[in-house]
């Protein structure tokens, strides 16, 4: 499989890389951007990547500001959260595949954080993107969870935020969850936890009015043993497009050959999960 890898550069001067698979065969088949879950890096997305390439579909896979080919990290001079990703970073990762291929819909599949923040760029961006695909992502409101999870999500939550205040970031490597994460990143993330709702720190767009008129499908595929995307979580976040049409998936050990059930363990066998995005591409380009 062809990647290539371009380092592209936002406004600010943070450098990244966006990592792209073969060009198109046909002006108008689908491009598929790829946000990876918090604190992982987009290299892991590979196999993703080329399990799409051997599906015919090209694929574009983004790197979050502060991981792996990003010219920053997180630390006490240097804080960033959502409005950067947003206004920065993916919009320059959109124009270099729209530069390419002008012709090509670009679909966003997030995992996890990406799924989240997907909706909210096609909710900024509605022009630009023709549908989100979610995987094992979902909106984390804690009431919405059941007891005992939801106090513990909102605990942990509170614990991340107190951390990343007190030390300047939120130093995920060494506590076991997320990456080297940037404090206001980890306060927006810690929003949507307490609320439900998305405020982005520094954006004066209202996202729940955006996402509510959105005319956009989405399709959401949660897996089992997944305890921080469950199905609930999914369907809140579907339910934020009230004008779209929000598909949804679960998949069991039956779907997978392997162990790979749970947050995580999806990304080293990725066929069950390109076989349902597949199938819904296919059914929103008939639609077109």
């Given at each position: 499989m062809s990647i290539l890898t371009h380092q592209l550069s936002s406004a600010d001067g943070v450098h990244f890389d966006l990592s792209l698979t073969k060009k198109p065969a046909e002006p108008r088949q689908p491009i598929v951007l790829c946000l990876p879950a918090m604190g992982v890096p987009a290299r892991k997305y590979s196999l993703l990547a080329e399990s799409l390439n051997n599906q015919g579909i090209t694929s574009a896979i983004f790197e979050w500001r502060g991981i792996d080919t990003s010219s920053v990290r997180a630390s006490?001079?240097?804080?960033?959260?959502?409005?950067?990703?947003?206004?920065?970073d993916l919009p320059v990762a959109i124009d270099f595949i729209r530069q390419h291929y002008p012709?090509?819909?670009?679909?966003?599949?997030?995992?996890?954080l990406g799924g989240q923040l997907g909706l909210l760029y096609m909710s900024l961006k509605p022009e630009e993107i023709s549908g989100l695909i979610g995987i094992a992502s979902g909106l984390p409101f804690y009431k919405a969870w059941e007891f005992p999870t939801n106090w513990g999500l909102w605990f942990v939550s509170k614990a991340m935020r107190a951390v990343a205040l007190s030390v300047g970031y939120?130093?995920?490597?060494?506590?076991?969850?997320?990456?080297?994460?940037?404090?206001?990143?980890?306060?927006?993330?810690?929003?949507?936890?307490?609320?439900?709702?998305?405020?982005?720190e520094g954006c004066s767009h209202d996202f729940e009015s955006l996402s509510g008129r959105l005319?956009?499908?989405?399709?959401?595929?949660?897996?089992?043993?997944?305890?921080?995307?469950?199905?609930?979580?999914?369907?809140?976040?579907?339910?934020?497009?009230?004008?779209g049409q929000v598909t949804y998936h679960h998949l069991e050990a039956?779907?997978?050959?392997k162990n790979s059930l749970g947050h995580f363990n999806w990304m080293k066998e990725p066929e069950p999960i390109i076989n349902r995005v597949i199938e819904w591409l296919s059914s929103q380009q008939n639609k077109k």
């Open positions: 006490r001079k240097v804080n960033f959260g959502y409005r950067e990703i947003l206004s920065l012709q090509n819909p670009i679909y966003l599949l997030g995992h996890s939120f130093p995920g490597r060494k506590l076991g969850f997320a990456g080297r994460e940037a404090r206001q990143l980890i306060s927006d993330w810690e929003k949507s936890v307490a609320t439900g709702r998305y405020y982005v005319n956009k499908n989405a399709m959401m595929i949660t897996i089992d043993d997944d305890i921080l995307a469950p199905p609930a979580s999914a369907k809140n976040l579907g339910k934020k497009l009230t004008n039956k779907d997978f050959e």
